[in-house]
């Protein structure tokens, strides 16, 4: 498992210390990024790609552009220098969930279903997320968690071969930990990757870090 | 590029307009609090009321629309709700314009369905005339909406947008408002103007879409 991964300045991979670098083609890849907000740099020349199987943590105190890094790989931010590539269509959740106040979780998973014209139903997919309970109850008042549940069942809708994941585990019980690190697991047994933004948790299994 | 996402968007928009029961009546009240607020300022002779009441009406429906669009672009952009749609791959354009209409839909038709009711307030005769404006008035306002959708979507990150919106949108509201009164004056150049506000209002519908897709990136970058 040996994602290459370049974060800021020199350091070029060894060769002789990474494991055999996988044949497959990066899913997605940023080459030479680099952002300014305001008037500071907040990164450059960072590096990173993703192949099937592989995570990718992004490391980083808080305002060290995890986030807006995240954004410029999902395309909704564009980066002062560099490109990103996007081999494979990829689901985004954010740190705000795209829940509306009146939507409950099982309206919102069918509208993005229909939106995206996936087949998948609602039900299981509310059901693997712990959701059956509150799959009727209006947005503003699910708790944290609840949300956060939401937003990331809309993973399961559509298989996607990359997931861009900003600080997945954010309000989750631990039981909801471990329901994201069970379905990271099987998404890159399936051959898909995951960039995710992430504080302090310990990171999955294989996974390489970026620091920014 | 299927329909799928524009459906998805338009459904959305319509349900969220609804959702808390008063949302699309609030440009109603608006607008029956300014027909019973006018006679009382400006007296209740008859002719006058006669003679400003379309006016009265074409004010009202400008007023509804910044009202209700405030908030639609706003609150995507504050629940995340803007980044999916950016990424829904359809063009954000379309998706705009859908939204848009679906907003049109649940607070502008409305207003303008209920127009002769309130022309009968200001003294108007009942006559096949006020459903000819209620047309127009329709018109006009999906116009407005169109407007009014580029000013909320370029002050979609600005907390308290509304001034915003209203200092961008009230400028392109002119030429509706301008044939739209001069089409129910019966006056000089009457005849033609219903045309020429078809014609702002196809402008609105053809421009404002890019304009709305190209302030929604800016919001989201």
Same mark, same amino acid.
């Given at each position: 498992?040996?994602?290459?991964?370049?974060?800021?300045?020199?350091?070029?991979?060894?060769?002789? #210390?990474?494991?055999?670098?996988?044949?497959?083609?990066?899913?997605?890849?940023?080459?030479?990024?680099?952002?300014?907000?305001?008037?500071?740099? @907040?990164?450059? %020349?960072?590096?990173?790609?993703?192949?099937?199987?592989?995570?990718?943590?992004?490391?980083?105190? #808080?305002?060290?552009?995890?986030?807006?890094?995240? %954004?410029?790989?999902?395309?909704?931010?564009?980066?002062?220098?560099?490109?990103?590539?996007?081999?494979?269509?990829?689901?985004?959740?954010?740190?705000? &969930?795209?829940?509306?106040?009146?939507?409950?979780?099982?309206?919102?998973?069918? @509208?993005?279903?229909?939106?995206?014209?996936?087949?998948?139903?609602?039900?299981?997919?509310?059901? %693997?997320?712990?959701?059956?309970?509150?799959?009727?109850?209006?947005?503003?008042?699910?708790?944290?968690?609840?949300?956060?549940?939401?937003?990331?069942?809309?993973?399961?809708?559509?298989?996607?071969?990359?997931?861009?994941?900003?600080?997945?585990?954010?309000?989750?019980?631990?039981?909801?930990?471990?329901?994201?690190?069970?379905?990271?697991?099987?998404?890159?047994?399936?051959?898909?990757?995951?960039?995710?933004?992430?504080?302090? &948790?310990?990171?999955?299994?294989?996974?390489?870090?970026?620091?920014? | 590029?299927?329909?799928?996402?524009?459906?998805?968007?338009?459904?959305?928009?319509?349900?969220?307009?609804?959702?808390?029961?008063?949302?699309?009546?609030?440009?109603?009240?608006?607008?029956?609090?300014?027909?019973?607020?006018?006679?009382?300022?400006?007296?209740?002779? =008859?002719?006058?009321?006669?003679?400003?009441?379309?006016?009265?009406?074409?004010?009202?429906?400008?007023?509804?629309?910044? +009202?209700?669009?405030?908030?639609?672009?706003?609150?995507?952009?504050?629940?995340?709700?803007?980044?999916?749609?950016?990424?829904?791959?359809?063009? +954000?354009?379309?998706?705009?314009?859908?939204?848009?209409?679906?907003?049109?839909?649940?607070?502008?038709?409305?207003?303008?369905?209920?127009?002769?009711?309130?022309?009968?307030?200001?003294? =108007?005769?009942?006559?096949?005339?006020?459903?000819?404006?209620?047309?127009?008035?329709?018109?006009?306002?999906?116009?407005?909406?169109?407007?009014?959708?580029?000013?909320?979507?370029?002050?979609?990150?600005?907390?308290?947008?509304?001034?915003?919106?209203?200092?961008? =949108?009230?400028?392109?509201? +002119?030429?509706?408002?301008?044939?739209?009164?001069?089409?129910?004056?019966?006056?000089?150049?009457?005849?033609?103007?219903?045309?020429?506000?078809?014609?702002?209002?196809?402008?609105?519908?053809? +421009? =404002?879409?890019?304009?709305?897709?190209?302030?929604?990136?800016?919001?989201?970058?």
């Amino acid at each position: 498992m040996a994602a290459f991964a370049r974060a800021a300045e020199p350091a070029i991979p060894d060769p002789m #210390n990474s494991q055999a670098p996988s044949l497959l083609s990066p899913l997605l890849s940023g080459a030479g990024l680099g952002m300014i907000r305001g008037e500071r740099v @907040l990164f450059r %020349r960072v590096s990173l790609s993703v192949r099937p199987g592989e995570a990718l943590l992004l490391r980083g105190s #808080n305002g060290a552009g995890k986030t807006t890094l995240l %954004r410029i790989l999902a395309g909704l931010t564009r980066a002062e220098t560099g490109e990103v590539t996007r081999a494979a269509p990829h689901h985004w959740v954010g740190h705000r &969930e795209g829940l509306k106040p009146m939507e409950t979780p099982r309206a919102h998973l069918k @509208l993005w279903a229909e939106a995206w014209g996936a087949r998948t139903g609602t039900d299981p997919v509310l059901t %693997r997320m712990g959701l059956t309970r509150p799959a009727d109850v209006a947005g503003r008042d699910l708790s944290a968690g609840q949300r956060r549940r939401t937003a990331l069942a809309r993973l399961l809708l559509e298989d996607r071969p990359v997931w861009l994941l900003d600080e997945p585990y954010t309000a989750l019980d631990a039981d909801g930990r471990a329901l994201i690190d069970a379905l990271i697991a099987e998404h890159r047994a399936k051959g898909g990757a995951v960039i995710a933004a992430l504080h302090g &948790e310990a990171g999955f299994p294989g996974s390489t870090d970026v620091t920014l | 590029m299927s329909g799928a996402p524009l459906l998805a968007a338009f459904r959305q928009s319509l349900g969220e307009a609804w959702a808390g029961g008063a949302g699309a009546l609030l440009p109603l009240g608006f607008l029956g609090g300014t027909a019973v607020l006018v006679p009382l300022g400006i007296g209740t002779d =008859a002719a006058t009321l006669k003679a400003v009441g379309p006016g009265i009406i074409w004010v009202a429906l400008a007023l509804a629309s910044l +009202v209700t669009l405030e908030r639609i672009f706003q609150a995507d952009t504050e629940d995340g709700t803007l980044d999916l749609w950016l990424q829904a791959g359809a063009p +954000v354009s379309a998706l705009a314009a859908a939204k848009t209409l679906a907003h049109w839909l649940s607070a502008g038709l409305p207003l303008a369905l209920f127009s002769p009711v309130l022309a009968l307030m200001f003294q =108007a005769q009942a006559s096949p005339a006020l459903l000819v404006n209620a047309g127009l008035y329709a018109l006009g306002s999906l116009a407005f909406f169109f407007w009014g959708g580029v000013g909320a979507a370029l002050s979609a990150t600005v907390r308290r947008g509304g001034l915003l919106i209203s200092m961008i =949108a009230l400028p392109l509201y +002119v030429p509706t408002a301008v044939f739209g009164a001069l089409a129910m004056s019966g006056g000089p150049g009457s005849t033609g103007a219903p045309l020429f506000l078809a014609a702002s209002t196809l402008c609105a519908c053809a +421009v =404002a879409p890019y304009a709305m897709s190209a302030a929604l990136r800016l919001a989201a970058d």
